[in-house]
């Protein structure tokens, strides 16, 4: 009866691990990100593809990093010039807890270091700044089937001098 009890254990246990196994691992996704600032002299709205990569070390939490380039730049009137501001790039890495919600949705919260840059232009002249600051947000993940997937999240930057908020849309993968 005992080495019947140990054998049925060990079997459900064995059946059980795929489950978990598709919970956890290597992932990626790719989207638009439409990036917000609100600054004293003016709002800045700019377009990015951003791109993250991460492993699921286990259902509740995550490690991923992101990258994002601009695509959209943004033009606003400073003291009465026109000036194009766009970003080239963003990096970042994230710690990241998650909670399933059933078989197919993902709630998550992440927080991480972030670096930025940015350029303005104006009159044939051009300036670029990088810098560097934290990154923290909510979002959610939606599983299409077991490998394929909608991720929506938002995110708060606050780099430096600059608070930006972002919303990003992206299809997501799972290896």
């Known amino acids: ?12 246990a064995g059946l059980a691990l795929p489950a978990v196994a598709q919970d956890t ?49 943004d033009e606003v009137s400073v003291g009465g010039t026109n000036v194009d501001v766009s970003m080239n790039y963003l ?7 998650q909670l399933p919600v059933g078989d197919q949705i993902v709630v998550f919260a992440r ?10 232009e104006a009159g044939g002249f051009s300036e670029s700044q990088s810098e560097s600051g934290a990154g923290y ?18 995110t708060r930057y606050d780099i430096e001098d600059l608070e930006a908020d972002a919303l990003t849309l992206a299809y997501k993968r799972r290896f």
């Open 25 to 73: 691992g290597f992932y990626g996704d790719v989207g638009y990100t439409y990036v917000m600032t609100d600054t004293d002299d003016a709002d800045v709205d700019i377009g990015a593809i951003t791109g993250h990569g991460g492993w699921e070390f286990s259902p509740n939490f995550a490690v991923e990093g992101e990258v994002s380039v601009g695509i959209q730049d």
């Open 137 to 154: 947000g909510v979002g959610a993940e939606f599983m299409l089937d077991a490998v394929n997937g909608v991720r929506f999240d938002y």
């Open 111 to 120: 927080a991480g270091l972030v670096n930025a840059e940015i350029e303005a």
């Open 91 to 97: 990096i970042g890495a994230f710690g990241r807890a």
């Open 1 to 12: 009866m005992k080495r019947t009890l140990v054998s049925v254990s060990l079997f459900a």
